[in-house]
């Protein structure tokens, strides 16, 4: 078939208009990722002349439907019900169709966390569309094409692939944390609040969920506004002792290289990187780490990069706004000596 012929029968999507934004919230706070998505969202909305708009849902979360509006949503949908206030796949993700049939969006995004890649992995199995997953670049092709072009790292990082969706709408993508920036949080920004019925289903109790537990302890890179992270330079575990003493002087968490935990110096849950976190803090120490790419594609929009070397060469200093080349085993403790004093 030709492609002149392929695109006369292209189906007509006009009814398909707008972006949207699934909001993911924990115990009535959102994910950071979600006003993240909602600033970028803005930046397509505009391009394509649709408003914007989010989903929230959960129990009590009237307040986050507020919230949206002060992150940019132009128009929020609410869905709120007793039954919704833990995350659930199949009850979580009817709403989300209902939604799309309803409202018919052009585009949907989640945040990339656990959270979002099963509930949009769950959606795309009931629509014909496809599911861009874990993007790091958002854009359109102006009217009439109306493209999302969704771009992810590919072949360890070394290319970017962008995919689109021609054929189907939604066209839906999942987008990593701290990647894309909030719009600052405007109070007197209001947005039209609609509330969506929610019907519990007796197959969506498929599985009960009695309690969630908490892990105590666990770090949380992605919210955190300082990060003292540590690598291979390190050596061993014992000087992350050191790095924690840092981090704890000025409020911050400790993060790390694949190397530092592949070698099972610290746990996994503090990799920053392609195969760890991406994360945008203000203040970001790379101490005893050279900067592959690997690390830096997770880190490179830190605010304020801090590089400790003893290699003036290494390729992090390329990324640091403050470069310090020497020992690390001097520099760390003289630093968090000079804070504590502060
Ligand atoms: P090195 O590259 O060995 O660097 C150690 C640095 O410490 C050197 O620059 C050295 O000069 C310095 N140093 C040594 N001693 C001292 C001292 N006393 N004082 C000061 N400086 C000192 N990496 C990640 O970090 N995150 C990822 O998510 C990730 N994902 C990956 C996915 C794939 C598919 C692949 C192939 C690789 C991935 N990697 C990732 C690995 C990445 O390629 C690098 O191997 C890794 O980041 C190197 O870690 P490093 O900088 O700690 O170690």
Known sequence: MSTERAEEQMPDWSAYRGVLIVVEQRDGEAKPVSWQLLGEGKKLAA???VPVKALVIGHGVGHLAREAGYYGADHVYWCDHPELANYRTRPYSRVVLQLIEDAKPEIVLFGATATGRDLAGAIATHLPTGLTADTTELDVEPPPSRLLLA????????MMATILCKQYRPQMATARAGVFQSLPRNDSREAAIEEIAFRMEPADIAAEVLDFVRETGRINLEEADIIVAGGRGLGGPEPFAMLREL??????VVGASRAAVDAGWIKHEHQVGQTGQTVRPKLYFAIGISGAVQHTVGMSNSEVV???NKDAEAPIFQFA??????DLFKIVPAITEEMKRR
């Open 151 to 158: 771009s992810r790292p590919a072949f360890s990082e070394k």
């Open 321 to 326: 706004h403050y470069g310090i080349v020497g």
């Open 306 to 308: 801090v590089a400790i």
């Open 247 to 252: 981090a704890d002087t000025l409020g911050g």
């Open 47 to 49: 391009k394509l002349d």
